[in-house]
């Protein structure tokens, strides 16, 4: 299967097929449909989210033999040419190329020639933002005076950089990232069509992985296609993808999560072992490790995550049984543990390492009583035996983890003791001084 063959199948002809960019479709077929069309529209928006495409179906709308339209043919000479990118009155210029800026030097002699056989001439000049300074000018000219047949449309991803000047003589339309459940849905409907079975949380990490452009995720569904195509076979399972993609999904992170809850140290390795044997790139799992963290902790807290984060059914009940294994407190010093941990990274010359120790903190941290329970046991305590419970050791949960983590590991984290008593503080004092001294003593490992 030739590459990006879905790409250029699936690239939307009509205004109707164009997908989440409704504000910007809808607006455009009013002003073909009342006949109020603008000599200069400027598309601006991230990478890959629909820009030239829309751009393409407007020149058809205008330039269709049926037009100006808002349903253009797409069978006579005019559609034809415009989605083959061979009509001679629909020029793309590249800003970003070589070339670019000379085509925009040639274009203004050339505008006033009348089009060849279409009603306008449409020049549509993709990364407008690379136009030098005078050429923007040269452009600005023919802007203030436009001769009656001619229409710009201008795209950018870098809205910023267009002067005022122009600017103020455009239709502006900001397109925008498309949500990782839209495009989840699109890729299932191509998937289906093109007769493959892919599992949702393929889907979703392919969605994801796109970062709200349709054109990358398309190209990332062609990808796992092409590798996963063995013969007759048309199931594409969730290994293939991630394979594809480089990524490792959600169920690394719980399972890491899993044997941090059950203060398990040797599933614990074995899952880092898991991790280092996909060669994956410790920074960007960290990235994700931490994404998983903040998801499990929102969800703790009673935030509806599922729309927010791109999240496919599984994936939400995945995240719902692992944020029951902790507290929200935990969670928070959890969180904090790894947010340094993707800092410290950057500066590691081997980040396995850091994972490991910061996996080692987060597991201790399951395993020592929170700073709730020990206040809650010294009020349940009465006065006199107040400082007894101070002094007392962790309970049998903690304990009962060390000698397997020992096991483990030679150097497991030691939960600190509490030192011996002094007259001057009282027992709640101390308990917090440790609690915290603590907190910050993993800070700063
Ligand atoms: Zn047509």
Not at 51 to 75: M, Q, W
Not at 330 to 351: G, K, P, T, W
């Amino acid at each position: 299967m030739a590459y990006q063959v879905i790409a250029r199948k699936w690239r939307p002809q009509t205004f109707d097929e164009v997908v989440f960019q409704e504000h910007v479709s809808k607006t455009l077929r009013n002003s073909i449909l009342s006949g109020r069309v603008s000599h200069a529209y400027l598309f601006s928006g991230p990478r890959g989210v629909g820009k030239t495409t829309l751009a393409r179906i407007l020149a058809k709308a205008l330039n269709c033999k049926e037009g100006p339209t808002d349903h253009p043919c797409g069978v006579c000479d005019n559609c034809l040419e415009i989605t083959k990118g061979t009509s001679f009155d629909v020029i793309e210029i590249d800003a970003a190329s070589n070339n670019g800026i000379d085509h925009i030097r040639e274009l203004r002699e050339n505008v006033n020639f009348a089009p060849i056989r279409s009603k306008y001439k449409i020049y549509i000049i993709d990364e407008v933002h690379m136009v030098t300074t005078p050429a923007f000018n040269a452009l600005l000219k023919t802007l203030e005076e436009p001769p009656p047949h001619i229409v710009f449309i201008f795209a950018t991803t870098e809205y910023h950089k267009i002067p005022e000047t122009i600017l103020s003589r455009c239709q502006k339309f900001f397109f925008k990232k498309i949500p990782v459940e839209t495009i989840a849905a699109h890729l299932q409907h191509i998937a289906e069509t093109e007769g493959y079975k892919i599992p949702d949380n393929a889907i979703y990490s392919i969605a994801r992985a796109a970062d709200g452009a349709m054109r990358d995720a398309q190209s990332l569904l062609e990808q796992v296609i092409s590798f996963s195509n063995k013969g007759e076979a048309v199931e594409i399972s969730l290994d293939d993808v991630l394979t594809t993609l480089g990524i490792l999904p959600f169920e690394s992170h719980a399972s890491l999560l899993k044997a941090v809850a059950d203060g398990d140290t040797r599933a614990l390795f074995d899952e880092i072992e898991k991790i280092y044997a996909t060669g994956a790139d410790i920074a960007r799992y960290t990235d994700g490790f931490i994404g998983s963290l903040r998801t499990i902790r929102l969800i703790k807290n009673g935030v509806s995550v599922k729309g927010l984060l791109g999240l496919s059914d599984s994936e939400g009940r995945l995240f719902t049984d692992t944020a029951g294994l902790f507290s929200d407190e935990e969670l928070s010093r959890m969180f904090r543990v790894a947010a340094e941990l993707q800092n410290d990274i950057r500066y590691s010359a081997n980040a396995g390492i850091n994972l490991e120790m910061a996996l080692l903190d987060m597991l201790h941290i399951k395993q020592s009583p929170s700073l709730s329970e020990i206040l809650k046991k010294l009020g349940e305590a009465p006065a006199g035996q107040q400082e007894q419970a101070a002094a007392a050791p962790p309970p049998p949960k903690a304990q009962a983890a060390q000698p397997k983590a020992e096991a483990q590991l030679q150097k497991a984290p030691q939960p600190q003791e509490a030192e011996p008593e002094t007259q001057s503080s009282s027992a709640v004092e101390k308990i917090r001084d440790t609690f915290y001294g603590e907190i910050i003593e993993k800070g700063e490992e």
